[in-house]
């Protein structure tokens, strides 16, 4: 796993200028809908706003997340976490 999160990194992750990260909850949690993002940073903190969700955690993300190593590469990211976990919801997409 640690060669496959590598490369992925490296070989894709590396080429974008925003990520937004998508997660939904846990099986046995509904999420409600909040970001994750470093809010120090202005442009991560637009991309953050202008999600309109109901909750903005500022957090720096450099705790092994994707978002966190995309941070450290210098692109703005920001962590998305909506809805059930295995589950389609149309009105969420």
Avoid: C, W
């Amino acid at each position: 796993s640690e060669v496959y999160a590598y490369r992925f990194v490296n070989r894709i992750v590396k080429e974008f200028d925003y990520l937004v990260d998508l997660h939904t909850a846990s099986f046995g949690r509904i999420n409600s809908y909040y970001i994750r993002a470093d809010m120090e940073n202005p442009v991560t903190r637009q991309m953050a706003l202008l999600q309109n969700a109901e909750i903005v955690v500022n957090n720096a993300g450099t705790d092994g997340t994707l978002r966190g190593a995309a941070g450290m590469m210098g692109i703005h990211a920001i962590t998305l976490e909506l809805g059930n976990p295995h589950t389609f919801q149309k009105n969420y997409i």
